[in-house]
């Protein structure tokens, strides 16, 4: 057989041998006889495909304002709509999920997402990211598969935030579209200024549009009305129509008994 680049293929590499043997059976006619007939003449070639591989995805878990217990926070994993597995940090603030295997049929790019479960805790205002990554699967050899993840763990940070008992908060937002293109995470960035203009914190876009600026804490002394502005950052980007609107949004603190504040926002992200 005529050796091959086939990938996974092993060739076969006999020679095999066959003898004719040819022979006047008369004085008008000859007789040619093979010493192996076509079915006795094998060649056989081995098929390996290449092994599995795994990677194992994570992301890692801060709570601002007291300490990290374990268990205490969940996290879902999913390829698309359909959810893979759920998860809680450990007291190190670690979220491990289980390692997910692929085979030579799987090379090419999956996509993942990976968000925390909103809970019910009291005093803790929960992080709303949701987190891509993305696992690349490539045939290295005729016998090796390699997964490589896009993000590592500790780059997929969950933040929330403890507000005591006391105090209370808000978190402001809003919602960038772009119109003529797909919207990319991080692209555009806005602005949260306080009355006075001050700039209170500048934040980018998601890859869905929604802006989340940090929650804002008050106290009993900040009890009335906060008025706040958001605006975009005009950018350079080549083609692109910045748009200058001001939107204006209050905050109203109040004392709804002797040891709990509200704090309520007078437009939510989605409308503005």
């Known amino acids: 057989e005529v050796g091959g680049s086939e990938a996974g293929i092993t060739y076969d590499k006999t020679v095999q041998e066959v003898e004719v043997t040819v022979e006047k059976v008369s004085a008008t006619e000859l007789k040619a006889t093979s010493s192996k007939e ?13 092994g599995a591989t795994s990677v194992t995805l994570g992301a890692k878990k801060v709570l601002e304002g007291k300490n990290l217990e374990a268990g205490k926070y969940s996290f879902v994993l999913k390829e698309g709509d359909k959810e893979l597995e759920t998860v809680t940090n450990a007291a190190d603030g670690s979220v491990t999920f289980s390692p997910i295997s692929y085979n030579e049929s799987q090379v090419g790019t999956h996509k993942y997402t990976i968000s925390e479960v909103a809970g019910s ?27 490589t993840a896009s993000k590592e763990a500790k780059d997929l940070v969950f933040t929330n935030t403890y507000t ?13 579209v772009l119109e003529g293109k797909d919207l990319e995470a991080g692209k555009y960035s806005f602005e949260l200024k306080k009355e006075d203009g001050s700039v209170v914190e500048t934040v980018k876009n998601a890859a869905d549009g929604t802006v989340t600026f940090s929650p804002i804490s008050y106290d009993e002394s900040q009890v009335g009305t ?33 040891t709990e504040l509200k704090a309520t926002a007078s437009k939510e992200a989605k409308d503005l």
Request: negative net charge.
């Open 226 to 258: 906060h008025k706040y502005t958001i605006s975009e950052v005009a950018g350079s980007e080549a083609g692109i129509t910045y748009d200058k609107t001001v939107q204006e949004v209050e905050v109203t603190v109040e004392k709804v008994s002797a």
């Open 38 to 50: 076509a079915k006795d003449l094998v060649f056989t070639n081995k098929y390996t495909p290449a």
């Open 121 to 147: 805790e009291t005093g803790i205002t929960y992080d709303k990211t949701v987190q891509e990554v993305e696992v690349t699967v490539e045939k290295v050899s005729a016998t090796e598969l390699k997964a």
């Open 164 to 176: 005591p008992a006391g105090a209370t908060s808000v978190t402001l937002g809003a919602k960038k």
